[in-house]
């Protein structure tokens, strides 16, 4: 049951929990959407790089809640707002960002 750890009002998701997620090895697809130069600093394994401009055409995959990312989760979240008014309803924007990611991994 994902309701305690993903939260559908505000479509985002926390560091713990994407980290549950990614331990039960639940179908995940983990979308950053930061400048090519951020990506060089740090990332997520198995992330898709996407340019953020393509929120209105972007088509997450139906069989796997999509995570996206950016630095501190204005981008994404804004990215996420876009896919979900589109129709999109399994996608969510990472909490924090890659910051709260490597906050909660040290």
Known sequence: NHN????KKAFT?????LQ?????????????IRQAW??????ID??????????NTYEPPSNAATI????T???????????QQRGFNQVYSLQGGIQAWKTFHR
């Open 4 to 7: 305690k750890t993903i939260d």
């Open 13 to 17: 998701i926390s560091s713990e929990a």
């Open 20 to 32: 549950a997620l990614l331990i039960k090895k639940e179908m995940t697809n983990i979308i950053d």
């Open 38 to 43: 951020e990506r060089q600093l740090d990332s």
């Open 46 to 55: 198995n992330a898709i790089f996407i340019p953020a401009s393509t929120a």
């Open 68 to 71: 996206v990312y950016c630095t």
């Open 73 to 83: 989760g204005y981008r994404s979240q804004l990215f996420v707002e876009t896919l």
